[in-house]
Structure formats: C-alpha cells, structure tokens
C-alpha cells in the first residue's frame, strides 16, 4: 500500500468516524422530538392511539437511523482491514492504529449469545429512555 492511498484511507476514516459519532447525535435529537410531542400531545389532549403511533413511529425511526449507523461502522471496518494489511512491523493487532471498528466486530459473540446481548442493552435506561416511559404516561393518562 502506498503511502498515498494509506493517508487516503485514514482520512476517509476520519470522516466516517466523525460521522457515526454525529449519528448518536442526531438519535438523541429524534429522542427529543418525540418527548416534545409527546408533551404536546399530552397538553392538548391527543388521543392515545395518534400518540402512541406517533411514539411507535419515532422509535422506529430512531432504529432505522442506528441502522444506517451500523453500516457506517462496517464501512470504517472494511477500512481497517485495509489498513491493516502490510503492517507486519505491529505483531499485536491491539496495538495497530485505526482498527477499533475491526476489534469490535471481532470480539462479536454468537447469534444467541449475540440477541441475548440485545435483548439485555434494550432493557437499559438509557436506551428504553424516553419511549417506553412516554409510552406509559400515553397508556395511564
């Protein structure tokens, strides 16, 4: 690889980098939005089904918004795996520059061992949070 084409890599990783980390960024934002209209919702009594499908829509969103995050990260780690090749003066691949993504996806545990993890991330606060509490003051009130 020459040093061009390697420096070109790095800086489309950058850029991707920055990229899925703005990415959480704006999932916050669709979290914020959804809270918003919850409240308005709430305030000028919007029926519970609109409401409701409105929240379930949001969250939808937010899932297809982490989706397209998650392809974002395997483009980064298709570049890893470019960078990483013709490094052979770095034996420990732990200590290769540019390979988070790569490490990540390397350490990925089997299908059930993988929804398991799912299933235990999704009962989170920080991830059930806003939906799941707005979907209940939606339900109670």
Do not use: C
């Amino acid at each position: 690889m020459t040093t061009d084409s390697k420096q070109l890599l790095v800086e489309q990783w950058h850029t991707l980098h920055n990229n899925h980390e703005t990415y959480e960024n704006y999932a916050l934002i669709i979290k914020l939005i959804a809270t918003t209209i919850t409240l308005f919702a709430f305030t000028f009594s919007v029926a519970t089904f609109v409401t409701l499908l409105i929240l379930a829509i949001f969250w939808l969103q937010e899932g297809i918004w982490k989706t397209f995050q998650q392809r974002t990260a395997n483009a980064i780690i298709a570049i890893e795996d470019k960078l990483a090749l013709n490094e052979v003066e770095q034996k420990d691949e732990s200590n290769k520059p540019y390979l988070l993504y790569k490490q990540w996806q390397d350490n990925r545990p089997n299908t059930k061992k993988l929804i398991a993890e799912y299933v235990s991330n999704s009962l989170k606060p920080t991830v059930m949070y806003p939906y799941l509490p707005l979907l209940l003051v939606v339900i109670i009130f």
